[in-house]
């Protein structure tokens, strides 16, 4: 090949091999951008959400009033409680220790259960409660690394409960 054809030849390959690997490069992060999210690390799921959100709570509803209501050891603090008012706040009790979306503060858990107190409401009722939320989210299924989480929702109320 003569000189004269082979610089522009050279000059050609040359230039092709520098911008070929950019466009292509280009071309290629495109195609990341667009399945973008499928890189990001999943968003880790609430407790409330593993547990299966609302439908949870009114599967354990139930479950766990019944539970409750057959203990004598903690049945008096329930009773003359309106009924539906009371589910209402059976869900809210499970909403919150499933960690869910909920508007009550330690101060209204203190005010809530005062008058359980003044009634001899104590460490050993709590224990009560606790294990029948167990055992309520043990009949249904769910895995113990869970429950774990749930009760130590609740465990977490137990002064504000317990007003001390
Ligand atoms: C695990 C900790 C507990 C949590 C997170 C909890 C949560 C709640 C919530 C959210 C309410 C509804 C408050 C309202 O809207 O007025 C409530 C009410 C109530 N809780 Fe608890 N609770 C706990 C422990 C207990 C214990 C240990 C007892 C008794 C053994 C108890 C008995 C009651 C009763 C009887 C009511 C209804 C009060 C009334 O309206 O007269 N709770 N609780």
New binding site residues.
């Given amino acids: 090949m003569h000189l004269e054809t082979f610089i522009p030849v050279f000059i050609m390959f040359a230039v092709f091999g520098l911008i070929m690997p950019t466009v292509l490069s280009g071309i290629s992060d495109k195609g990341r951008v667009t399945g973008g999210e499928a890189v990001e690390p999943p968003k880790k799921q609430s407790l409330f959400d593993q547990l299966g959100g609302n439908a949870a709570v009114n599967a354990a509803v139930d479950i766990f009033y019944r539970r409750?209501l057959a203990d004598a050891y903690?049945v008096r603090?329930?009773e003359?409680?309106?009924m539906e008012?009371?589910a209402?706040?059976q869900k809210?009790?499970l909403t919150?220790?499933f960690g869910g979306p909920?508007s009550?503060t330690g101060k209204?858990?203190r005010e809530?259960?005062r008058?359980?107190i003044k009634m001899g409401?104590n460490d050993s009722?709590?224990d009560?409660?606790?294990m029948h939320?167990r055992a309520t989210l043990a009949e249904l299924g769910v895995p113990n690394n869970l429950i774990q989480q749930v009760i130590a929702?609740?465990?977490s109320?137990?002064n504000d409960?317990l007003d001390r």
């Fill in positions: 409750v903690v603090f329930f003359g409680v309106d008012r009371q209402a706040k809210a009790f919150m220790a909920h009550y209204d858990m809530g259960h008058h359980l409401l009722h709590f009560h409660i606790l939320l929702i609740a465990e109320t137990r409960v």
